[in-house]
């Protein structure tokens, strides 16, 4: 759900600091874990062993960080979709200033993304767009990440 209307770069300079909306839910589910385990061959057993997690203090299995760090491109362009703006040719993720993990995803829990622009820079080209992204859990007070990412958009 968009919580603000961005039709140009000027709309994103002037917003900044504003919330732009709040994603669709996704369900994180254990055969998602497992093909994030199988591609980054990380298949530490808090991810994979439904049998072994379920002693552990979560009670299952837990989603890798940067799974759910993964999910934010899809999120972000159902909020922002930047090649819809006018006055931007594209933008490229230039990477993520800083990136937390606060609080785990239990398999079968449900996590959608909080979107705020955080600032809008002058860059050789066209912007810098730093884009503060809150990864929220359903049912849960703590967010699960919580990633300033850096897009660059080159610009007409």
Request: hydrophobic residues 45%.
């Amino acid at each position: 759900m968009t919580a603000i209307t961005l039709r140009s770069v000027e709309d994103l300079r002037t917003n900044v600091g504003r919330e732009v909306g709040v994603s669709a839910w996704r369900t994180i589910d254990q055969a998602m874990i497992d093909a994030f385990a199988e591609v980054t061959a990380d298949h530490q057993w808090i991810h994979t062993d439904p049998a072994r997690a379920g002693s552990s203090p979560f009670g299952s299995t837990i989603a890798h960080g940067l799974l759910t760090l993964s999910l934010g491109p899809a999120m972000l362009y159902e909020l922002l979709p930047l090649e819809n703006l006018e006055g931007i040719v594209f933008g490229l993720n230039y990477g993520y200033e800083k990136v937390r993990f606060p609080a785990p995803v239990p398999v079968g829990s449900r996590v959608r993304l909080r979107l705020t622009i955080g600032g809008v820079d002058e860059v050789a080209g066209g912007l810098q767009l730093r884009l503060v992204q809150t990864f929220e859990l359903d049912g849960a007070d703590k967010p699960v990440c919580v990633a300033e990412q850096l897009t660059r958009i080159i610009t007409r």
